[in-house]
């Protein structure tokens, strides 16, 4: 009855990465390694990650007519992904900036340039497709405006999932529609606003309830997670692995949650089966690179 599993709305950039001894301060050059050129942007990376499991999938999103463009649909379609809504225009393709110490930490400049044109509109032309998916998902990466048009577009059997990152305070219309909102500890410190969260996940994920979310999920990284709805909160613990590199955890996280959730899995089952893709997502440099199939979660 669904043609699609999964579609996700939001971003698509290019990951410009330099890595270099020391990240420059103002006023300051280094040199740094040879620029690498990766897929990224939380909305491509989540329909990547979806679709390498199996689900099928559609990304709505905005790229330029431009060689980064050009990179972010060949990954979507590399992965099986439906670009048919991946639209093309003038602004440049989204870019991020990325320079990384040899300690791992990173500095990050974000241009959002054709994201920030992913428009109300634009959801409104793709109402079709909406509603032929069982889960929509999207993340703060575009504009507002826009995630608030797709919670009012949505077919009365659709689930919504939100990762709000990067996080704003959000509009009770957006927060009653998640189910679930999906949270790591800053997303829901920025989400209750300053002091309102409590000294543990569970005292978070009951105070994120309070804001109107169907269920929350909290990702706690190496610890795991947690999934709360108003019957009961439960902890799902972290698969234990060798972490090399956790960019892109979370949008495999949320990607195999959604997946999991339209097959009609519960809330704690799919968390557990997200909870193994994120663990095999940290196993291996990159974002988009770092995905399994759902071969490897079933052999981890
Ligand atoms: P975000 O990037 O949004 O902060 P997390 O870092 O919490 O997300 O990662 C998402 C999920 O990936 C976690 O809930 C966990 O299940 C899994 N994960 C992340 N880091 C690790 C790790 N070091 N070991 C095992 N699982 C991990």
């Known amino acids: 009855m669904y043609d699609f599993d999964l579609t996700v709305v939001g971003s698509a950039n290019a990951d410009l990465v330099i890595d270099v001894e020391r990240r420059p301060a103002a006023g300051e050059t280094v040199l740094g390694s040879d620029l690498a050129v990766h897929p990224g942007g939380k909305g491509a990376n989540q329909a990547v990650a979806a679709a390498r499991l199996g689900a099928r999938t559609a990304l709505l ?6 060689a980064y463009g050009r990179l972010l649909l060949d990954s979507q379609r590399a992965a099986g992904v ?3 809504q991946v639209l093309v225009g003038k602004a440049p393709t989204g870019v991020a900036l990325i320079t990384v110490d040899p300690s791992g930490d990173n500095s990050i400049v974000v241009s959002p340039g054709a994201n920030a044109h992913l428009t109300p509109e634009d959801v409104r032309a793709a109402a079709a497709l909406l509603g032929a998916s069982k889960v929509v998902s999207t993340q703060l990466e575009i504009p507002l405006e ?10 009365p059997g659709t689930r919504f999932v939100l990762n709000p990152s990067p996080p704003v305070p959000l509009p009770d219309e957006v927060l009653a529609a998640a189910d679930p909102l999906i949270v790591n500890e800053h997303e829901a410190g920025v989400i209750l606003g300053d002091g ?6 569970e005292q978070w994920a009951k105070a994120l309830l309070e ?19 108003r019957d ?9 692995v060798d972490a090399v590199d956790t960019t892109g955890a979370g949008d495999a996280f949320t990607a195999a949650l959604g997946y999991g959730l339209g097959a009609g899995a519960t809330l704690e089952a799919a968390a557990t089966y997200a909870a193994r893709v994120g663990a095999l997502a940290v196993t291996r440099r990159g974002a988009q690179d770092s995905y399994p199939t759902a071969e490897e979660v079933d052999t981890l």
Do not use: F, K
Not at 146 to 155: F, G, N, P, Y
């Open 146 to 155: 826009t995630v608030v048009e797709v919670v009012r577009r949505l077919a």
């Open 82 to 84: 439906d670009t048919a």
């Open 211 to 229: 804001r109107g979310p169907r269920s929350v999920v909290v990702t706690l990284g190496g610890e795991g997670a947690l999934v709360a709805t």
């Open 61 to 66: 999103a905005r790229v330029g007519d431009d």
């Open 232 to 240: 009961a909160i439960t902890r799902i613990a972290a698969v234990s």
């Open 196 to 201: 309102a969260a409590g000294d543990t996940p």
